[in-house]
Nanobody, 119 residues
Framework: QVQLVESGGGLVQAGGSLRLSCAAS????????MGWYRQALGKQRDLVAS???????NYADFVKGRFTISRDNAKNTVYLQMNSLKPEDTAVYYC?????????????WGQGTQATVSS
């Protein structure tokens, strides 16, 4: 089992910044991808950014140039630096880890952290 614990959400004014952290514990096997998703009220959960254990990153178009994902493999922790925040960035942000074990995909989710951007 894998546990993910997120922190760093909060309330910020438009144009401000937040830094989210997600610490993973438990059994994560081999190469893996850690990512951040978000879900606004009444909307589907969307990928925000992801990063592989090798350091390759992927960003949703709506955050490119504003958000930066990074990770510390020694600490099994992934970060999301969010700058130039907009009211439309308001959502619950969820951490995810994905890996394959003997070819079987495994996905684990954190409990979510609320980020609210006021105009």
């Amino acid at each position: 089992q894998v546990q993910l614990v997120e922190s760093g959400g909060g309330l910020v004014q438009a144009g401000g910044s937040l830094r989210l952290s997600c610490a993973a514990s438990g059994s994560i096997f081999g190469p893996n991808t850690m990512g951040w998703y978000r879900q606004a009220l009444g909307k589907q959960r969307d990928l925000v950014a992801s990063i592989t254990s090798g350091g390759s990153t992927n960003y949703a178009d709506f955050v490119k140039g504003r958000f930066t994902i990074s990770r510390d493999n020694a600490k099994n922790t992934v970060y999301l630096q969010m700058n130039s925040l907009k009211p439309e960035d308001t959502a619950v942000y969820y951490c995810n880890v994905h890996f394959r074990l003997l070819g079987v995909p495994h996905d684990y989710w954190g409990q979510g952290t609320q980020a609210t951007v006021s105009s």
